[in-house]
């Protein structure tokens, strides 16, 4: 009768399952060109008709086990080790943007950041280069931050829309267009009824701010609070008892957002800096419940209202982060 079986030579790379599957014994030798390996075809336990299992396999047996049980233990080492092989790898995108001397390399780290995860560093990086010398990394920068989908970007951005490099314009209108959009949250009613009703009222500033523009910041309030989770936007100018119409039949709990402009400062550098708080107050009554404070600062936005706009969003999008806390918070109180 012949024998299948199959021999696996001592150069041949072994992988963990090379050693034996289910309660297949292996037969190892060991010869003067190093070990190689003899197992049956079929998966079965191999001996030869009429023989028992040599002395010399069982001695090898307790060897490959150890061997396996070393295997399964650097692989779990590998996946232990992988979260910090992927810090040292974004720390070292980030050292290539900003200190390499070839263009196509910090494009390519740039673009390779906009895959890592969300981090302070990782923002500060693309923000920071998105004044690099070189357009293809400017352009770069904003796609990656147009990736991440963080609406903070917003700020360093805006200034690019006045890019010299028409691909760097370009990159720079999308990524805004993007941001802006993951502002607000389509609500679906139908799915997610709405928890609070909450009412904006414009912003008031002590820093000359144009009416047109109080108004428009206050649009940036509204696209904000609207695409948070479980909330509903009272409409501008909503009469008292009508308000308490709704919030009664709807069961619904009523806040009021009274913000105001603190202070703007024009740095030496060119640089602006907006100071915000957010009363959150009930509705319809407009008793203080929490205030929530915000600021900001904006380099390279040039100067002038366009300049203090930009800043002012942004610390009214600080402040308003911490904005649902507040109104969970307030909502348990009211219960």
Known sequence: MRERFRVVEPDSTLAAEDFGRGDLSCRVRASRRGISRVDHA??????????KPSARASRWAPLLLRIVTGLLAVALGLLAVAPARADERTDFLIRMLATSDQFRVRAQAALALGTRPNEASVQRALTGSLRDAHPAVRAASAS????LQDP?????????QRDRDEAVRAAVERAITTLERSLI?????????????VAVGTPTAQSGLSGPTLRSLREH???????LSGVRIAPEGEAQGAASTVLRS???VGYYLDSSITKIEEKPDGAVRAQVSVIVG??????MRVMLSGAATVSGAGSGEAAKV????????GALKRLPQAMEAGASRAE
């Open 42 to 51: 079929e998966g079965r336990r191999w001996r030869r008709p009429g023989r």
């Open 144 to 147: 990656s931050l147009e990736r």
């Open 152 to 160: 903070q970007a917003l700020v360093a951005l805006r200034p690019l």
């Open 185 to 197: 949250k389509p609500p679906d009613r139908g799915q997610e009824p709405a928890t609070y009703y």
């Open 221 to 227: 309030v509204v696209r904000y609070v609207d695409g």
């Open 250 to 252: 709807q069961h619904l």
């Open 282 to 287: 009930t509705y319809p009554g407009r008793a």
């Open 310 to 317: 930009q800043a002012v969003e942004a610390a009214f999008t």
